[in-house]
């Protein structure tokens, strides 16, 4: 069982930078892949980024790819998103997952294969 608590979300002005941040319960959060995801109101979840469980390898949506950055930290338990360059069609309720399975980009960019979830924590970019 992982229990999964996001942070790091508010208020900012296009072109700003938010740092959200994962935290993770259980001894074996070394052995998950971890992506983001977000849905913004009336739309459907999205994938953001993932990174698989040893931290070599990244994926990102192209709408994020070169502005956002996806790092985890195994000894803290917590998976980072970067987020620079934010603009406006960013806002949206961002969560973070986690899964054993196989850490192929199709696997990961699918919210029906991850296992666990967090809440979320929303992020709001003005124009």
């Known amino acids: 069982q992982v229990q999964l608590v996001e942070s790091g979300g508010g208020l900012v002005q296009a072109g700003g930078s938010l740092r959200l941040s994962c935290a993770a319960s259980?001894?074996?959060?070394?052995?998950?892949?971890m992506g983001w995801f977000r849905q913004a109101p009336g739309k459907e979840r999205e994938f953001v980024s993932a990174?698989?469980?040893?931290?070599?390898?990244?994926y990102y949506a192209n709408s994020v790819k070169g502005r956002f950055t996806i790092s985890r930290d195994n000894a803290k338990n917590t998976v980072y998103l970067q987020m620079n360059s934010l603009k406006p069609e960013d806002t949206a309720v961002y969560c973070c997952?986690?899964?054993?399975?196989?850490?192929?980009?199709?696997?990961?960019?699918?919210?029906?294969?991850?296992?666990?979830w967090g809440k979320g924590t929303l992020v709001t970019v003005s124009s």
């Open positions: 259980g001894r074996t959060f070394s052995s998950y892949s």
């Open positions: 990174i698989t469980w040893t931290g070599t390898t990244t």
């Open positions: 997952a986690a899964t054993q399975k196989s850490g192929t980009l199709i696997t990961l960019a699918t919210p029906a294969a991850m296992d666990y």
